[in-house]
């Protein structure tokens, strides 16, 4: 158990930012759910604007410092080549 104050505040630290982070995560899978849905019901369109804002998500969640910049980068080029083989994309 943390004796000291400055590793007590450390504690409560950790404890926001994965309460936060934890938070970011979950946003950017929710995107890329809504991304993977949008690819399944064939709609050119609609999986055009769901990777644009899954793109966006991904990318913040990298300078927020969640994901780390190469996962990020693989992420979205794995995305894009997805909503390539969309026909009419």
Same mark, same amino acid.
């Given at each position: ?7 007590? +505040?450390?504690?409560? +630290?950790?404890? =926001?930012? #994965? ?7 979950? &946003?950017? &899978?929710?995107?890329? &759910? +809504?991304?993977?849905? @949008?690819? #399944?019901?064939?709609?050119? #369109? ?5 990777? $644009? ?6 990318? =913040?969640? $990298? #300078?927020?410092? $969640? ?7 693989? +992420?979205?080029? &794995?995305?894009? @080549? ?8």
């Amino acid at each position: 158990m943390a004796n000291t104050p400055g590793a007590k +505040k450390a504690v409560r +630290k950790i404890a =926001r930012r #994965t309460e936060v982070n934890t938070a970011r995560r979950s &946003r950017v &899978r929710t995107f890329l &759910r +809504k991304f993977e849905e @949008a690819l #399944t019901s064939g709609d050119a #369109t609609a999986a055009k604007a769901a990777f $644009v804002k899954a793109q966006s998500e991904l990318m =913040r969640a $990298v #300078t927020k410092g $969640v994901v780390h910049k190469n996962t990020g980068s693989r +992420k979205v080029s &794995r995305l894009a @080549a997805q909503l390539k083989k969309l026909p009419a994309a």
